[in-house]
């Protein structure tokens, strides 16, 4: 379903976004929305093509964009990509750390290697780009006064709420991610006045999220519990990034929005409503009827 934006449309005018992986999925819709709502965009990301399709696609809107190739897991890279953003477009205003690494596989099947690889992308990579980039976020930096800073989204997951089959590589990763929202929104928030929070993405239709964790026999399973019945849609999440970089979220700090309908919340029904409603009133009958106290024969 195609939805219009309920935010003004130029809610992010005269704003600089640097995302990482911004070129694909949740990245590049986010890319995408923040562009149509007036920011100009630096995508970060490893794959060239990727880069300059993506590219191409916001240029063919009038959205002013430019691709930088790079791997968050490399710190020359980010501190190439931070400043090439700076120079090119002046400001950072909002850095998107969505770029991330991820694959299902049975604990007993996993290296340390592959555990460190996505801890290297998520956790790492995030604090990397976040740590390099704060000197141009932060109030007072370029294009910035004295009492005003920019932003960090970091895009995390529910994975790790409760836990996750053949996923403990991503919760464990994506558990940093938002140790590291809440610890960033404390200390950057008080003295730069940059904003840190998340985003919970559920999943996702037309991603690679959902095509490699979640394949259609799954979810469609899986449905029946889902409390919306349906999956989320890139716009969704794109939405609550808006907010969360605007000036709607002025007041939003330190937090991870599950944008998932509920999802994580749900388990199956164990009990039709009907048999509960009937066995409640029966279960409080009996108690209502029966003796209060303990029996004087059993002093
Ligand atoms: C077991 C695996 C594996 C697999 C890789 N490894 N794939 N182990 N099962 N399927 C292990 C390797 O054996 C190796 O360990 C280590 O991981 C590094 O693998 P490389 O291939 O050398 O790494 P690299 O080329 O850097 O690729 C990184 C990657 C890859 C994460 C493994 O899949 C990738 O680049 N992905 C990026 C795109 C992506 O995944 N997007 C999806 C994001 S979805 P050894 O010990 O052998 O050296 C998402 C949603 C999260 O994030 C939330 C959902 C709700």
């Known amino acids: 379903m195609k939805m219009e934006s309920p935010f003004k449309a130029d809610i992010m005018k005269g704003k600089v976004a640097l995302l990482t992986g911004g070129g694909s999925g949740i990245g590049f819709e986010i890319s995408l929305q923040l562009g149509k709502h007036g920011a100009s965009i630096a995508i970060m990301g490893r794959r060239k093509s990727v880069l300059d399709s993506a590219v191409s696609a916001l240029h063919s809107l009038g959205i002013p964009a430019i691709g930088l190739e790079g791997d968050v897991r490399k710190r020359d890279d980010a501190v190439k990509v931070i400043e090439s953003t700076v120079k090119y477009f002046g400001r950072l205003d909002i850095l998107v750390n969505a770029a991330a690494g991820n694959f299902l596989v049975p604990a007993e099947d996993l290296s340390p290697n592959g555990f460190r690889t996505v801890i290297d992308i998520d956790s790492v990579g995030t604090f990397t ?100 019945f349906k999956l989320g849609e890139k716009w969704d999440i794109a939405m609550a990034a808006i907010y969360l970089a605007s000036d709607a979220g002025k007041y939003v700090n330190g937090t991870t929005m599950a944008v998932d309908g509920g999802l994580w919340l749900s388990k199956p029904r164990h009990l039709p409503k009907e048999a509960v409603k009937q066995a409640s009133r029966a279960v409080e009958k009996r108690s209502r009827d029966a003796p209060v106290g303990i029996p004087k024969s059993k002093l």
């Open 129 to 228: 780009m976040c740590h390099e980039a704060l000197k141009y976020l932060k109030k007072g930096g370029p294009g910035k006064d004295s009492s005003s800073g920019g932003t960090i989204i970091n895009i995390s997951a529910t994975l790790h709420y409760t836990a996750t089959w053949y996923q403990i590589h991503v919760s464990a990763a994506k558990a940093a991610v938002d140790s590291i929202t809440r610890s960033l929104a404390l200390e950057w928030g008080t003295d730069y006045d940059i904003r840190v929070n998340g985003i919970a993405p559920g999943p996702i239709g037309d991603t690679a999220g959902v095509s490699k964790l979640a394949p259609d026999e799954i979810l469609n399973k899986e449905r029946q519990h889902m409390p919306l």
